[in-house]
């Protein structure tokens, strides 16, 4: 995983419910060339933020012992273009976690509007897999804990969750 397309989690709630958040800035290189003079954030990247969204959420449901994929994508609509100062919400709600793989529903919006609507299918393969393309997932989980990404973190009782071991604060870093 090279891009993280979300900023931060503003409520994740263990194996059932993740909202994260994605701001849209003319910093972003992709935005001067889609399309020039009239700036869009491109579908196929909302459509990666809301499968990040959803896959870390599946992945923590294993304790990110699981590699989470994406498998496909049955249903999606996009109702508007996203422009730059657009604030987008990511919400994911999982419909079922099987052993080998699981689905969610995700919605994209811009303010109250509904931007995108979809359905995602991951596919998991087992820890200890020896599939090379897949060894960035530990690091990438790794990059978003160190982001604080999931301090928002609630576990299915409402309780905070659990700190992940090993985690590194930022904060810690520069004290």
Avoid: C
Avoid at 17 to 29: C, F, G, H, I, S
Avoid at 60 to 65: A, M
Wanted: hydrophobic share 40%; charged share 25%.
């Amino acid at each position: 995983m090279r891009w993280i397309w979300i900023d931060r989690f503003v409520e994740f709630e263990s194996g059932k419910r993740a909202v994260a958040l994605k701001n849209v800035t003319l910093a972003e290189d992709h935005l001067h060339d889609h399309f020039p003079g009239w700036p869009v954030m491109p579908n196929s990247l909302i459509t990666e933020g809301l499968a990040q969204t959803g896959g870390l959420l599946i992945g923590e449901s294993f304790d990110f012992e699981k590699k989470v994929v994406l498998a496909r994508i049955p249903k999606a609509a996009y109702h508007f273009a996203v422009r730059p100062g657009d604030q987008l919400h990511y919400t994911t709600e999982v419909e079922y976690v099987h052993e080998d793989g699981s689905m969610v529903r995700a919605t994209s919006r811009v303010g109250d509007r509904v931007q995108a609507e979809m359905e995602i299918v991951y596919g998991h393969i087992g820890a200890g897999t020896s599939a090379p393309e897949l060894s960035e997932q530990k690091s990438f989980v790794f990059t978003m804990k160190l982001l604080g990404i999931f301090d928002v973190g609630r576990g299915a009782n409402g309780a905070r969750a659990i700190e992940p071991p090993g985690l590194i604060r930022f904060q810690e870093k520069v004290a």
